[in-house]
């Protein structure tokens, strides 16, 4: 049973994602400060995180970071409100893998939430220009050791070294990553391949591995120069 664990410190929409995320067969649990939700995850090792942005004490993008340092594999949902879009930015730039808005629908919650624990259950092992990918535990490796990247970030460079030299137009990854359903700033493919460059690249010219296209997209060229 896949865990959720909810971060928001307003009670009554607290309880409304609980129930409706339980009656879709989620282990949940609850929490109305980042304080606990930090404590909560060391125990609890949820696969989603659903967290809003406006806690008290420390603030959601805290406790983003934090968690995303805890267990790189959570998938992040942020909670923000209308119109904040500087919030969902930075939330994304953090390690945040998608955002709700406020007031929402419970279902397109649940909806998105399986969309992303779908792309994660396949296994399937891929090579190249020394990184592999180990789909069943969800991790790259470069020369052997595992990579920090985010459930967004491993979903990117997967499909990129899968399809080596093909390019993707910004709209094809967030697509392929993001669903077709996505309706976030195309900004955010960047922010991501912009993180996942200073993971995986060194100084020199042979470590360029993701290459841009310029006015299109991005490319994975391998060790290739």
């Not at 805290?62 to 267990?71: A, G, K, M, P, Q």
Request: charged share 30%; proline share 3%.
């Amino acid at each position: 049973m896949d865990k959720i664990l909810v971060i928001e410190d307003e009670k009554s929409i607290n309880r409304f994602i609980r129930i409706n995320l339980e009656r879709e067969g989620f282990k949940v649990a609850c929490t109305f400060s980042g304080e606990e939700g930090l404590e909560i995850t060391r125990q609890f090792k949820p696969d989603v995180l659903v967290l809003d942005i406006m806690l008290p004490g420390i603030d959601g993008f805290e406790v983003c970071t934090r968690i995303r340092e805890l267990n790189p594999d959570v998938i992040i949902i942020m909670l923000t409100a209308k119109g904040q879009d500087m919030d969902k930015i930075m939330g994304l730039e953090l390690g945040a893998d998608d955002y709700m808005i406020k007031p929402f629908n419970p279902q397109e919650l649940t909806a998105r939430i399986r969309a992303h624990l779908r792309r994660y259950s396949i296994d399937e092992d891929a090579e190249n220009a020394g990184f592999m990918i180990n789909e069943k535990q969800h991790k790259i490796y470069k020369n052997s050791n595992a990579l920090n990247l985010s459930p967004k970030e491993y979903e990117i460079m997967s499909l990129l070294i899968k399809n080596s030299n093909k390019t993707f137009s910004r709209h094809e990854l967030l697509d392929h990553v993001w669903g077709v359903d996505y309706i976030g700033d195309i900004k955010t493919v960047d922010v991501h391949i912009c993180r996942l460059r200073e993971k995986i690249e060194g100084v020199a010219a042979d470590e360029c591995y993701i290459e841009t296209v310029w006015g299109y997209g991005y490319k994975w060229r391998g060790s290739e120069t």
